[in-house]
């Protein structure tokens, strides 16, 4: 179940599942230290009593088609559209599992997380402090099949990479982030001196990217930087050849990293996504990771990191040694066999 035009529904339909739309509204919260200013701003409050109209719909569709499917049990994942599908479950006694991907649960899962049966989380459970505990089981995040299935050389020769050089991949996430992006290219010419950079700019920004890169004039060893504005296929062999990794803090991208044991240096987005500190606060207090503050970053604090890591490989190792204690490699299927455990049990009890 899902959003007509959510990404949901074209993945759905490939895959060859059944799939059923319902309306969802979304609760827009202005980013305030007032709690009333939060709910009561202009900006969001007429929205927000739009979406509301939809949330109920959306609370009759799902009331309708968990009758007509009559589930033994509900998976939800996260986001505004599962919280309709939770209070529906919940009406007609069908117990669920909730998936919190992040350290700092959104809005959706601290509503859906009161009468979930199980609380699937992605990181330790001693890091989480919105859930009742004793119904927190730690699967991890699932992550793609194919990682781990690439090998390094198969990198260096997709990418078109020196073997004798190092490499650092930097990613902003799928949309691509602005700050990142302009940070790499003020620290260009210093990076290009020791390493080769492959740069996944986000297809929004790569445009942009390619302006300022030419704006810069003659850059000093430019044929070893190499810029993409999206990857789909060719991750996997992103991730397996780069030495280092600077990336923002989402649970997924850290989950892939944890798989690979990559050396890290996470750039959380403070302003935006308050998941990603916490995220990046957990992993730096295992010492799993480098956080750079996005508000603070310079360039010569940049490029200090980077050269630091790319110069110790025993400081590497270490990184990439604890990061990958935070990695679940079953579990994709943990979760199934979690959600399949609570679905036997509600088939018992009804």
């Given amino acids: 179940m899902g959003q007509t035009d959510g990404m949901e529904a074209k993945i759905v339909a490939a895959s060859g599942w059944k799939f059923a739309a319902i309306q969802a509204g979304k609760f827009r919260r202005y980013h305030s230290t007032n709690a009333l200013a939060k709910v009561l701003n202009l900006r969001t409050i007429g929205p927000n009593i739009r979406d509301g109209g939809r949330a109920v719909a959306g609370l009759v569709g799902a009331l309708r088609i968990l009758r007509r499917f009559k589930p033994d049990v509900v998976f939800l994942k996260g986001g505004f559209v599962c919280v309709p599908v939770g209070l529906a479950a919940r009406i007609l006694r069908i117990p669920y599992v909730i998936h919190e991907s992040d350290v700092s649960p959104g809005l959706a899962n601290r509503v859906l997380g009161r009468w979930a049966e199980r609380i699937a989380v992605g990181f330790p459970v001693r890091s989480y402090h919105d859930f009742d505990k004793s119904r927190l089981v730690f699967t991890g995040n699932p992550v793609r099949a194919e990682l ?203």
Wanted: aromatic letters at 4%.
């Fill in 148 to 350: 781990g299935k690439v090998h390094r050389l198969e990198g260096l020769a997709k990418f078109k990479l020196d073997s004798d050089l190092p490499v650092v991949f930097v990613t902003g996430g799928s949309q691509g982030s602005a700050q990142i992006n302009d940070a790499i290219l003020e620290a260009l010419p210093q990076l290009l001196e020791h390493c080769q950079v492959l740069h996944l700019t986000g297809e929004r920004e790569y445009q942009r990217v390619q302006f300022a890169l030419r704006r810069m004039g003659k850059v000093p060893n430019i044929e070893r930087y190499h810029s993409y504005g999206f990857l789909m296929a060719e991750m996997p062999a992103a991730m397996a050849v780069a030495d280092v990794v600077i990336t923002r803090a989402g649970a997924s991208a850290i989950a892939e990293l944890a798989f690979l044991s990559k050396p890290t240096v996470l750039i959380p987005n403070y302003e935006m996504a308050g998941h990603q500190v916490e995220n990046a606060r957990v992993l730096s207090r295992a010492g799993a990771v480098r956080v750079l503050d996005g508000s603070k970053l310079t360039t010569e604090r940049l490029v200090g990191e980077v050269s630091r890591l790319v110069g110790d490989q025993d400081e590497r190792e270490r990184l990439g040694k604890a990061l990958s204690q935070f990695s679940r490699p079953d579990a994709a299927q943990d979760l199934a066999k979690l959600i399949l455990e609570v679905g036997r049990v509600g088939e018992e009890q009804s």
